[in-house]
């Protein structure tokens, strides 16, 4: 059964760096999209960015400018870091994979989500 | 990036139907996936590909596309089914959207 779980500090303060990692089991990397969501509280998904298996990645134009997605294949880990947070960036961050084969580009696997405050 | 637009609130009893619509310039060229999501919970997708289900979700669960907007029709709507929906698409530079959601309501 494939899995995501996302780890990393609940709070973060103003101004400093968000840092998480998803770590995938019972699956591959290879060929998929791996990809970060979030969710302000009470509000809708926000797509973060993703990187592919080869490491390219893909941004949101509004958050390219502060976003870095990486990948360890040897680890089936990737990571997000998101610079300069502020108290807008507080919301539940989810890992999810995007399958181009099976289900056609579709978000298939989603990770529980972790809730990230930004406070001092 | 393209927007993609959803009534905030739809409302049915059960074994009714529940339609939920989602607009956007970008859908004639793209496909349109939904989303199921219960308080508290992740996502989970209920269709890809503008009308297709994944293995394990209900037939009662469709969905079609026509112009610039897709729909969601859920069909003998159950108390099970209340929670956000949320529409997904991709604009031409290949950046992933969603819609704003709408809340399905259970009489």
């Known amino acids: 059964q494939v899995q995501l779980q996302e780890s990393g500090p609940g709070l973060v303060k103003p101004s400093e760096t968000l840092s998480l990692t998803c770590t995938l089991s019972?699956?591959?990397?290879?060929?998929?999209?791996w990809n970060w969501i979030r969710q302000p509280p009470g509000k809708g998904l926000e797509w973060v960015g993703y990187?592919?298996?080869?490491?390219?990645?893909k941004y949101n134009p509004s958050l390219k400018s502060r976003v870095t997605i990486s990948l360890d294949m040897s680890k089936k880990q990737f990571s997000l870091k998101l610079s300069s947070v502020t108290a807008a960036d507080t919301a539940v961050y989810y890992c999810?994979?995007?399958?181009?084969?099976?289900?056609?580009?579709?978000?298939?696997?989603w990770g529980q989500g972790t809730m990230v405050t930004v406070s001092s | 990036s393209s927007e993609l637009t959803q009534p905030p609130s739809v409302s049915a009893s059960p074994g009714q139907t529940a339609r939920i619509t989602c607009s956007g310039d970008?859908?004639?060229?793209?496909?349109t996936y939904w989303y199921q999501q219960k308080a508290g919970q992740a996502p989970v997708l209920v269709i890809y590909?503008?009308?297709e289900r994944p293995s394990g979700i209900p037939e009662r669960f469709s969905g079609s596309s026509s112009g610039t907007t897709a729909t969601l029709t859920i069909s003998g709507v159950r108390a099970g089914d209340e929670a956000d929906y949320y529409c997904?698409?991709?604009?031409?530079?290949?950046?992933?959207?969603f819609g704003s959601g709408t809340k399905v309501t259970v009489l």
């Open positions: 999810a994979r995007v399958d181009t084969v099976a289900v056609q580009d579709a978000f298939d696997i």
């Open positions: 019972g699956g591959s990397m290879n060929y998929y999209y």
């Open positions: 990187i592919y298996h080869s490491g390219s990645p």
């Open positions: 970008a859908l004639p060229n793209q496909y």
């Open positions: 590909k503008d009308s």
């Open positions: 997904q698409s991709a604009d031409s530079s290949g950046s992933y959207v």
